[in-house]
């Protein structure tokens, strides 16, 4: 039972485009999203984060937008550059616990 | 600091022998994590650890598996006997508190080939 969902394995943006991920869960406690980036052979690294109460969150390129009745959140990265290249984890949790349920990953190829 | 530091980074085994993958926290962390990643069900977290405590072992594939903190700075995780569904990369990782304002810290993980 995959309760965050990525449908996309794989996608292909080209330089200085934007990029899209996206992620549905389908859990209604979840109310912490995160995002976390992999380089080949390296753990995921802590992205972007968004609470509930909010629905957009930005950080210098990245942007995470959250859909709550859709149970949809998505991760856009403007403009995208080739260091950008990697696994994308989305990631959910109930406020205060450390339990993160991950979703299975899409992976990222940006191309000069 | 260092990171989360993993050893071995490689283990190849083969089928029936115990596999021990251990784990150094970054110092301070109270949380310890252990997830395992494959193509088909992507990062799932095995078991969690607050102060050197079990919290969360409902991940746990069967009994197969355990792990165990005897200390802050370290951990194991534990399959005996291992089988070839079992090949994986497990990632150990930490935090400091819960919830907002803690994420995971990763280690670079132990990609396990069981033949």
């Known amino acids: 039972d995959q309760q965050v969902k990525q449908n996309s394995p794989s996608l292909s943006v080209q330089e200085g485009r934007i990029s899209i991920l996206n992620c549905d869960y389908t859990?209604?406690?979840?109310?912490?999203f995160l995002w976390y980036k992999k380089y080949p052979a390296e753990g995921p690294t802590f992205l972007i984060s968004?609470?509930?109460?909010?629905d957009k969150n930005e950080d210098g390129r990245f942007t995470v937008f959250l859909n709550k009745s859709a149970k949809h959140l998505s991760l856009h990265i403007v403009p995208s550059q080739p260091g950008d290249s990697a696994v994308y984890f989305c990631?959910?949790?109930?406020?205060?616990?450390?339990?993160?349920?991950f979703g299975q990953g899409t992976r990222l190829t940006i191309n000069p | 600091d260092a990171g989360v530091i993993q050893s071995p980074r490689h283990e190849v085994t083969e089928m029936g022998q115990e596999v021990t993958l251990r784990c150094k926290p970054i110092s301070g962390h109270d949380y310890l994590f252990w997830y395992r990643q494959t193509m088909m069900r992507g990062l799932e977290l095995l078991i969690y650890f607050n102060n050197n405590v079990p919290i969360d072992d409902s991940g746990m594939p069967e009994d197969r598996f355990s792990a165990k903190m005897p200390n802050a700075s370290f951990s194991t995780l534990k399959i005996q006997p291992s089988e070839p569904r079992d090949s994986a990369v497990y990632f150990c990782a930490s935090s400091l508190g819960a919830g907002m304002g803690s994420p995971l810290h990763f280690g670079n993980g132990t990609r396990l080939t069981v033949t």
């Open positions: 968004i609470s509930s109460i909010k």
């Open positions: 859990n209604s406690m979840f109310d912490y």
């Open positions: 990631a959910a949790s109930v406020q205060g616990a450390q339990k993160l349920v």
